[in-house]
């Protein structure tokens, strides 16, 4: 069971963090200015570079992607006894916040050309609540990988009814969808910078929206709802979601990267693909016409019949030279937290859990790196 080196090779990890250089000029500045914790001006300066960058006009930098949910479905009013609809095909930092106000999720299936929400199926749920005369409070599709929901559709099907649309843009940031950022056009959105997505404060969120007051209250609501009175005076409970100023100064250098990350990225996607697109039984993530996606990790789908091996045994195979790959993120209504909560359609985010796999995508990879994973993969076909 011993790879062929003798000693492992240093490991590849699937998406580590890459800094860009200037990261430390910035922390240096906020140590130097002894702008420690909590705030200061690189918090400032990193919400107004990230609204230049994304076109959406106002943003507040918060500790993690997940604080920034919890906030946009706060704001938005979402509370005990409600219903939001999601993604089922995700990570559980963007449904566990509904859990946190005492709301229900209700999943919704990929669309198998996206791997993302599907318009038709949310339609279809949405005139069923009409019926019944309960409508979600919220929906809150999900960017996956870094290829953006179909955003237009979505919110097509939700303004009739006038639900606000959160988009989780936590993979998504860099990625375009019919020429303008992700997230832009939805009421809120969602951003993550923890450590494997596209760039990274070490762990850190922001939350977007081109509503001022929506911003407002969320800022207000993520250092403890405190009034704007000398004393500590408070009429309603927040939270401790704030970024510290030295995080922020972290993002600033990271944002300055962004495009060149974005570019390799891509390359890193388009190399596999040329050195893996021929095998029977390997097929990648598609790209939707709409948009252009991060590719923030290249994702292959196995077919254990044609292939000869299934995701599980290149993965196991691929650990074995220090390599880290992944599943595919097990659908939300799999999860024994969620085994209860309703389920529109369900098989095609099933199928890829099942035969999905994340390819290391790092930004540091060499070609080298990526051809000898190739190579390995490529070696467990069937003869
Ligand atoms: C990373 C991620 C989150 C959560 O972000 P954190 O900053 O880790 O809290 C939410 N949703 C999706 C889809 C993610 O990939």
Redesign the pocket.
């Known amino acids: 069971m011993t790879p062929d080196d003798s000693i492992l090779p240093e490991r590849i990890f699937l998406s580590p963090p890459h800094m860009g250089g200037e990261e430390m000029h910035f922390v240096q500045e906020a140590f130097a200015s002894n702008y420690i914790a909590p705030l200061g001006p690189h918090v400032d300066a990193f919400e107004r570079e990230f609204c230049n960058i994304t076109g959406i006009a106002h943003a507040v930098a918060l500790s ?6 919890h906030l946009a479905l706060k704001v938005l009013g979402v509370g005990p006894g409600d219903e939001v609809v999601a993604s089922t095909l ?5 449904v566990s916040p509904i859990i946190f106000l005492g709301a229900t999720p209700v999943f919704i299936d990929a669309d198998h050309a996206t791997w993302n929400m599907d318009p038709e199926l949310l339609k279809d749920e949405l005139n069923e609540c009409a019926a019944r005369g309960k409508l979600p409070t919220a929906v809150v599709p ?3 990988y870094g290829q953006c929901a179909d955003l237009d559709a979505i919110i097509e099907i939700c303004e009739p009814y006038g639900i606000p649309v959160v988009v ?1 843009a ?2 998504s940031l860099g990625a375009k969808y019919n020429g303008r950022s992700s997230g832009k056009g939805a009421e809120l959105a ?1 951003f ?3 450590g ?2 596209i760039i990274t404060t070490s ?3 922001m939350l977007v929206s081109d509503n001022k007051d929506l911003i407002d209250k969320a800022r207000y609501l993520s250092q403890q709802a405190r009034e704007p009175v000398p004393h500590y005076e408070h009429v309603e409970i927040g939270y401790n979601y704030r970024m510290s100023n030295i995080l922020a100064a972290i993002g600033r250098g990271q944002l300055r990267v962004l495009e060149e990350r974005v570019r390799r990225k891509r390359e890193i996607f388009a190399y596999y693909r040329e050195l893996l697109a021929d095998l029977p039984g390997i097929e990648f993530m598609p790209e939707a016409r709409y948009g252009d996606a991060n590719r923030w990790l290249t994702v292959i789908l196995v077919n254990e019949e044609d292939f000869g091996a299934n995701r599980e045994v290149i993965r196991l195979e691929l650990e074995k030279y220090n390599i880290e790959s992944r599943p595919v ?1 097990k659908p939300m209504h799999l999860q024994p937290v969620f085994k209860r909560m309703r389920i529109r359609g369900g098989s095609i985010s099933e199928n890829l859990f099942d035969s999905g796999l994340c390819l290391p995508s790092g930004t540091q990879m060499t070609d080298d790196d990526i051809n000898r994973i190739a190579t390995k993969i490529r070696n467990m076909r069937k003869s």
């Open positions: 993690s992607g997940t604080a920034a949910m995700t990570f559980v930092g963007s999900t960017d996956l989780d936590a993979e969602v993550s910078f923890n494997n997505k762990g850190g969120g993120w």
